[in-house]
């Protein structure tokens, strides 16, 4: 792959960064692994004289940073969102993989495709909701006795597992629809269930997250997400016509 490639298609997406300090020890630890492209999502601080001091020569990757009030933003025009998500909060239904596992992946999306890689705030990491927003999640395996890291060093963990998984690789990648793409189709898909009754008007997310996480391990095309939505549309139209199938039953989850 080729390094250009490989730096321009990855971004490191910190959300809700405290500290300025933190943001340029990521910032040189992307630089070491062969990473430019840095978005910022609602920092509470940017560039501090800590900032700087961490960053050392990469703080240009700071200054150039992109800024965004959301992660619905900053993620917009990416086609494979990772997020980076701690085992020890709870037992999650999604798979959750190690940078090692996952680091293919990435490699081969990154070849002719944007990818995201998703870091929550220090103390609390990722929001559940901001976690459904993701194909995919990490967590870095350490010391059960001790596996806090800090947001630079997860960054590195992940950059270098990539990095890594780079040297002498080749193929041609998939092509995935865009994040906004897939948005739209989810969108489509809760308004068609709420229509037809089988999710609940008054809580239509508990069973949408489910449905996000097993569409977002489907690896959908553009193709596959026209495909569905133009199902969507077909039941819309069949429930709005009054159709039956006899013996039609909807059962509710």
């Not at 495709?113 to 194909?135: H, I, M, T, Y």
Request: glycine fraction near 8%; charge should be neutral; proline fraction near 4%.
């Amino acid at each position: 792959m080729e390094q250009t490639l490989f730096s321009e298609n990855i971004s490191v997406v910190l959300v809700g960064t405290r500290k300025g300090g933190n943001i340029g020890a990521v910032a040189r630890a992307m630089k070491n692994m062969g990473l430019e492209r840095l978005k910022l999502v609602a920092p509470r601080e940017r560039i501090t004289e800590e900032c700087r001091m961490m960053a050392g020569k990469a703080i240009d990757l700071v200054n150039s940073a992109e800024d965004f009030s959301s992660l619905d933003d900053a993620v917009a025009r990416d086609h494979l969102i990772v997020g980076t998500t701690s085992l020890r909060k709870r037992e999650r239904s999604q798979p959750v993989h190690t940078p090692r596992e996952i680091a293919p992946l990435i490699r081969e999306q990154a070849g002719s495709q944007r990818v995201a890689l998703v870091f929550g705030p220090e103390r609390r990491g990722l929001s559940d909701n901001q976690l459904a927003r993701c194909q995919y999640l990490v967590s870095v395996p350490s010391n059960p006795d001790y596996s806090v890291l800090n947001l630079a060093q997860a960054v590195m963990v992940l950059a270098y597992e990539i990095f890594i998984s780079t040297q002498g690789a080749g193929g041609e990648a998939l092509e995935l629809a865009s994040d906004q793409e897939r948005e739209q189709m989810f969108r489509r898909v809760e308004e068609v269930l709420v229509q037809i009754g089988f999710l609940s008007s008054q809580n239509p997310e508990h069973i949408m997250r489910s449905i996000r996480r097993f569409l977002g391990r489907a690896d959908l095309t553009p193709r596959d997400v026209k495909i569905l939505r133009g199902i969507m549309s077909q039941m819309q139209w069949y429930a709005q016509e009054g159709h039956k199938l006899p013996g039609e039953k909807i059962e509710k989850v």
